[in-house]
């Protein structure tokens, strides 16, 4: 297929100060980087949008140097303060809007609407953020102590490590950097290898909001491999908190170097999301709701809908109507508008997927719609239906793919074991309209999953609530409620105003 890229995306980087080369690391300036040219590779054409000078040899230390400094800095500034600076990072953002949602759609191959979306989901953080810079409240005790006082407070941390997917190139900094920013931290951000362009857009944004405003520089960025960033980063005992998203193996290999020198983790790590559907649910809700959530990004998102769980006496229409509708999906080029599915992020996946396939067939499952590469070439495969027998290994398995597993159960107690069985926990939803059914996958014997919805699908949360997964999801939570606490240090603190010193127990203690 042929699709005029190449002249689209000039105009979108030159608005954006991208290059066709350009160095891959900020510290306060732009480094000279020594590392290996990465090219930018649009999914949807295969051509190469822009080149990054990755971090070589030296340039992590020279970020991470930077980013020590510009806390002891930051962290003097008031909360408050911080979020003026967020705010106008968030108007920043509202004026590149456009610009910036066609840089996600050119480089991680999502459709326009998602790619703006996206922009959107920061500029939402950026907001969220500056209401919290005046809401970082620490709670008050009554001390049992006579004439004392006790209460805590919430301090910077210090630098904070952001490790993002290609998924989520642009938002998911933002749940972490609008936050870890108004909470007094610097940072220092490893984007995706398939994804440097939109790191590069958005700090060379914020850079413009620091340097009008005389702050530090703590939007560091390092752009580059596991051996040149992520391992140092990992492994820094300056950087007191990782955030990381990626697959459960990356996870499980940061966390166990994290928690070695005792440091802390915020890990968002693989999905494999459950919707169920009873008898009695509104069915075009539930389809409507389950094409976006398994379709949507190409099935790339940790939110995507990957295990379909149909009570017995819906099962057939949902699967007619859902073959229907997968016929009708419109395949192509993330920016014409007409188009609801863009291409895998690169062949690799398009691989990954196909294995997943093979494997599925020879487990006894069986391919209901799609299952194969699109005509179109590329990266493009077909969204895939399979029917999946209970207990089907594979379903146990996250594919970073738009493959839907279909299985049929009885009642609701089945199909609670049935969404539980799986290692992760991330996001889950029921349909239904059945108040007790409903109640009974909220309650604590109920969805096992960090997110658990009700007549919507697993995916496109929004920022207000805390978004992170159990099991081997990680646990983090990251973006709204009080998912700030883990970018701060807390701190209790006891005032004796009186003339005696009592002891706390009724411990006596005299000479
Ligand atoms: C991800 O795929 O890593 O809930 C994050 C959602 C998005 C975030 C997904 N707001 O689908």
Redesign the pocket.
Known sequence: MTVDTQAAATDVLRRLGINEENPGAFCGTWLDTSGEPLESRNPASGEVLASVRAVGEGDYERVAAVAVEAFETWRQWTAPARGEIVRQLGNELRLHKEDLGRLVSLEAGKVLSEGLGEVQ?MIDMADLAVGMSRQLYGLSMHSERPQHRMYEQWHPLGPVGIVT?F??PV??WAWNAMVAAICGDSMIWKPSQKTPLCGLAITRIAERVLTANDAPPIFGLAVGDRHQVGGPLVADRRVPLISA?GSVTMGRAIGKVVSDRLGRSLL?LG?NNGIIVMDDADLDLSLRAVLFAAVG?AG?????NRRLLLQRGIADEMKRRLVDAYQSVRIGDPLDPATLMGPLIDENAVDDMMRALDTVRQQGGTVLYGGERHELGGCYVQPTLVEAPAGLPITCEETFAPILYLTEFDDLDEAIALHNSVPQGL?SAIFTLNVRSAERFLAATGSDCG?ANVNIG??????GGA?GGEKETGGGREAGSDSWKIYMRRQTCTINWGTELPLAQGVEFDV
């Open positions: 989901e997917a998924n989520f938002a998911v998203t968002e999905g990004t790339q998102r940790c939110t995507s996001s997110i697993t995916s496109g949360a929004e920022i978004f």
